[in-house]
């Protein structure tokens, strides 16, 4: 398996965050992705069956807890660092969280983090709703995000 392997994410669709991506992406030069909350990561095999949210269920977000993150990725020889924004709701990890800037080797710099949080708390973020989130597995072995893709949707195991 490389990088994150196979996924499932609830990818997040027309919701402020996605334009908060796009900006962060050029104000720091790092690659554009889709925004979304990995539910499991570094599969080896896909998926055809796994939770997926109720009409009723809504994704809370801190994002005045914003922080930095780094981790090793040994098939690509390389840090992966990325802001995260933590999310809290029905099938989620205290983990969770979505990404709203990645990049490789240098991580980011307590004013990038600090540059972010005033770029979000720019928009209108509201909460994430069950209409803004589509779950599907992702491939995201490529070192680059933005090459990551869609394999199939997901159906509900629940």
């Not at 930095?68 to 029905?90: K, L």
Request: charged share 20%.
């Amino acid at each position: 398996m490389k990088g994150f392997g196979y996924c499932v994410w609830w990818k997040i669709k027309n919701h402020p965050i996605n334009l908060i991506v796009q900006r962060l992406s050029k104000t720091f030069n790092t690659p554009a992705f889709e925004p979304h909350i990995s539910i499991r990561t570094k599969l080896p095999y896909i998926p055809v069956e796994f939770v997926y949210p109720e009409f009723k269920d809504v994704i809370t977000h801190q994002y005045k807890n914003m922080h930095t993150s780094s981790t090793y990725i040994y098939s690509w020889d390389a840090q992966f660092h990325a802001i995260e924004i933590p999310v809290a709701g029905p099938h989620l990890t205290y983990k969770s969280h979505v990404s709203v800037a990645y990049r490789l080797h240098q991580p980011f710099t307590e004013e990038e983090l600090q540059l972010a949080e005033r770029t979000v708390s720019e928009y209108h973020f509201t909460n994430i709703l069950y209409n803004n989130l589509d779950v599907g597995v992702y491939d995201a072995s490529s070192i680059h995000p933005e090459e990551w893709f869609r394999i199939s949707k997901v159906y509900s195991a629940l």
